[in-house]
Nanobody, 119 residues
Framework: QVRLVESGGGLVQAGGSLRLSCAAS????????MGWYRQAPGKQRELVAD???????NYADSVKGRFTISRDNAKNTVYLQMNSLKPEDTAVYYC?????????????WGKGTLVTVSS
């Protein structure tokens, strides 16, 4: 079992920045990908960015150049630095831990943190 706890959400004006953190605890295997997803009201949950254990990153086109995902494997923590925020970035942001290799198919989610961007 892996427990994920997100933090760092809040209210920010358009053009501002926020940094989200997600700390993982429990039975953590090194073969994993950690990522951030978001869900806006009335919309499906979508991938924002993810990062593998070796640091390979993947971003949604809508956030490229504005958001940066990183991770600290020693702390089992993933971060999402969000700059130049837009009102359309408003959503609940969820952290996901996904197993790879022998642990493929094992996924855990955090409870989410709300990001609100005012115009």
């Amino acid at each position: 079992q892996v427990r994920l706890v997100e933090s760092g959400g809040g209210l920010v004006q358009a053009g501002g920045s926020l940094r989200l953190s997600c700390a993982a605890s429990g039975r953590i295997f090194s073969t994993n990908v950690m990522g951030w997803y978001r869900q806006a009201p009335g919309k499906q949950r979508e991938l924002v960015a993810d990062i593998s254990y070796d640091g390979t990153t993947n971003y949604a086109d809508s956030v490229k150049g504005r958001f940066t995902i990183s991770r600290d494997n020693a702390k089992n923590t993933v971060y999402l630095q969000m700059n130049s925020l837009k009102p359309e970035d408003t959503a609940v942001y969820y952290c996901k831990w996904a197993g790879r290799g022998a642990y493929l198919g094992i996924n855990y989610w955090g409870k989410g943190t709300l990001v609100t961007v005012s115009s």
